[in-house]
């Protein structure tokens, strides 16, 4: 059973617009939160992330929102740019004790971003 | 500044041959990891190592085996290639949790046929 899901494959944006990519999660232990972008042919990035401690990070045109009580988050690009263009990746940690690769990642399926000119 | 470098960048084998993935880091990482990316379902982790000599099974583990001897290099081993493993294989690394999550840093991915 997939514990971070991401429920829209595509979306497409206009120039200028916002963009808003959803992400949902079931295990209540996960405290970090990451976006990765990803190019073809190419690795993912980080872009962004968000700790359980807090409701919003932003960083330039980027902003993430973390609801726990809904056990959602979600990614704002605003204004959207061709360059932007790209699949995007959902993913959650969560501490697991001692001696742990506590940095493990549990990914969405991800959602590829069109912006369109 | 290279960060994560994968080789082979592509590669076909037939079913039942064998093949060793390589991954290099040069940021001093504690951390690396083995992933593959399938349509539709993101990233699965499939063995990761927390220090030179150490290993452990990720999500998917069946199939492959892994070694750490230098903290800088992962190695991916497929003994007996089956068509099921066909998929793109990503190598990441990260510091350990320090004060706080590390982000993991990527490879640009080694793409496997097995025909």
Redesign the interface.
């Known amino acids: 059973d997939q514990q971070?899901k991401?429920n829209s494959?595509s979306l497409s944006v206009q120039e200028g617009r916002i963009s808003i990519l959803n992400c949902d999660y079931t295990n209540s232990m996960f405290d970090?939160f990451?976006w990765?972008k990803k190019y073809p042919?190419?690795?993912?990035?980080?872009l962004i992330?968000i700790?359980s401690i807090k409701d919003k990070n932003e960083d330039g045109r980027f902003t993430v929102f973390l609801n726990k009580s809904a056990k959602h988050l979600s990614l704002h690009i605003v204004p959207s740019q061709p360059g932007d263009s790209a699949v995007y990746?959902c993913a959650a940690?969560g501490?697991r004790g001692l001696?742990?690769?506590?940095?493990?990642?549990t990914?969405?399926?991800?959602t590829r971003l069109m912006v369109k000119p | 500044n290279a960060g994560?470098t994968q080789t082979p960048k592509f590669r076909v084998l037939k079913t039942g041959q064998s093949m060793t993935l390589l991954c290099a880091q040069d940021m001093n990482h504690e951390?690396m990891?083995w992933?593959r990316q399938d349509p539709?379902?993101?990233?699965?982790?499939i063995h990761?190592?927390?220090g030179e000599g150490t290993t452990?099974k990720?999500e998917v583990p069946d199939g492959y085996n892994v070694s750490r001897l230098k903290k800088q290099n992962f190695l991916l081993g497929l003994e007996s290639a089956a068509p099921s493993q066909t998929s793109v294989y990503?190598c990441?690394s990260?510091y350990?949790?320090r004060g706080?999550?590390?982000?993991?840093?990527?490879?640009?991915?080694t793409r496997l046929s097995i025909l």
């Open positions: 971070v991401q494959p970090y990451l990765y042919a190419e690795g993912p990035t980080f992330s700790s990746f940690s501490e001696n742990n690769a506590g940095n493990m990642l990914f969405g399926g991800g | 994560v951390y990891y992933y539709g379902m993101g990233l699965r982790l990761y190592s927390v452990a990720g990503f990441a990260s350990s949790r706080g999550y590390q982000p993991q840093h990527f490879g640009d991915g």
